[in-house]
């Protein structure tokens, strides 16, 4: 618990964090507000892609999770920080805590915004919206996949250790690389990252198609928990200098 709490305290008092989040549910809130409120319900598409529409967001996140252990290696803080415990994979299991807590809480923060503005509007401008429990399924995908995504960058951070570098492998895994498993032959693409991403938040392209939510969620928290794994075991083996 004590690793744990140093670990949330560090990435709370520094104002990237607060940035990147505040920034992304402000463009979230924008979106749902101006977007669905001005444009022609047409165009604006059902009510599913709306709830998920968070690309920002995840990137953000995304992003928060690298910058979660790089930044120790960036700043030479990283002795210091492993000094506090005689092995070093229960500060990478503290990070990997604060983080998930993070990604759930920026969740949480993500449904109040985007269903307290958009749902009403759809309402108020005659569109019928889904059952409440198609409604809450989505939001809950959504919600786990902001947490696995930054347990995700964590992976990839630990891994990678250089910040640039790491951020652009983990961009890479999901926007560059999403068009890939189109050419692969047959369901082997349903496992890639941004494919599992989109199954769990229950698009009707995933669903009908790909995976199923629970089976998306398996499959990217899989993919976070092996990235986490392989670099625990990399800096529990490697100097902290090189």
């Not at 299991?93 to 915004?113: D, N, Q, W």
Request: net charge negative; charged share 10%; glycine share 12%.
């Amino acid at each position: 618990m004590r690793l744990l709490r140093s670990e949330s305290i560090k990435l709370l008092s520094v104002r990237t964090t607060w940035l990147m989040l505040g920034i992304g549910l402000l463009v979230e809130a924008l979106f749902a507000g101006l977007y669905v409120g001005l444009v022609s319900l047409d165009d604006v598409g059902p009510v599913r892609e709306v709830q998920t529409s968070v690309g920002l967001l995840m990137v953000m996140l995304l992003v928060l999770g690298v910058l979660s252990i790089t930044t120790e290696f960036r700043h030479g803080t990283a002795s210091t920080t492993f000094l506090a415990s005689p092995k070093r994979y229960p500060v990478l299991v503290a990070k990997l805590g604060a983080m998930l807590a993070i990604g759930l809480l920026t969740g949480l923060a993500f449904v109040a915004v985007n269903g307290g503005l958009a749902l009403p509007l759809f309402s108020s401008r005659g569109e019928s919206l889904p059952p409440a429990g198609e409604i809450v399924r989505v939001y809950a995908g959504v919600v786990a996949s902001f947490a696995l995504l930054c347990a995700f960058g964590l992976g990839v951070g630990a891994i990678v250790r250089n910040q640039v570098g790491a951020i652009i492998a983990a961009i890479a895994f999901f926007f560059v690389l999403s068009p890939l498993p189109e050419l692969l032959p047959g369901d082997i693409g349903d496992y890639f990252p941004a494919q599992a991403i989109g199954s769990l938040h229950g698009l009707p392209d995933a669903t009908e198609e790909g995976l199923g939510q629970v089976a998306g969620g398996v499959v990217l928290a899989a993919w976070s928990l092996a990235l986490w794994l392989i670099g625990t075991v990399l800096i529990g083996h490697r100097d902290l200098n090189e």
